[in-house]
């Protein structure tokens, strides 16, 4: 097993539809309004940018974002990763078949897949000690992400 190889994988339940949760996760330049480890966002072209990310952990990562694939009548969103993470991440929209996270159908899931490499050298030199704390941060921002892509989408229904 390599330390420094990072394979992600999750899924979230949205009560929203995938129309909604697509459009809210294609507008990264918003991300910092719903998720709280995205600090900063800064576009640099149409399809790319920069964001800055920082968890539980006392380190940021800065990471160069440009879109690989925009499908959305199949609710694919992929961008490459360069900088401080170097590798690729993907969210994939779709309908909830067993009735969203409430049982009242219309909701979404969210696949949500990365693979990825630290590309910050003191990242990669602590990769085998603290391995598990990386994981462990990574699983938090995932789970505030969920959360606060939930409480943003259920405001914009609410507007």
Do not use: C, I
């Not at 910092?32 to 995205?38: A, G, H, Q």
């Not at 067993?98 to 630290?118: I, Q």
């Amino acid at each position: 097993m390599d330390p420094n190889h990072y394979r992600f994988r999750g899924v979230w339940r949205l009560a929203a539809p995938p129309s909604a949760v697509y459009a809210a996760l294609e507008d990264v330049n918003r991300y910092p309004l719903w998720w709280p480890e995205v600090r900063e966002v800064r576009q640099t072209g149409a399809q790319s940018g920069y964001v800055v990310l920082r968890a539980l952990l006392p380190y940021r990562l800065v990471v160069r974002l440009e879109t690989r694939l925009h499908d959305p009548d199949a609710g694919v969103l992929e961008a490459v990763m360069r900088g401080d993470l170097d590798g690729w991440s993907r969210f994939t929209v779709a309908a909830d078949a067993s009735g969203g996270p409430d049982g009242s159908g219309g909701g979404s899931l969210v696949l949500f897949e990365e693979d990825a490499r630290p590309g910050k050298p003191l990242l990669r030199r602590l990769a085998l000690p603290l391995h598990p704390l990386f994981r462990a941060n990574h699983a938090v921002m995932m789970h505030r992400g969920r959360r606060g892509l939930e409480a943003y989408l259920a405001r914009a229904g609410d507007g």
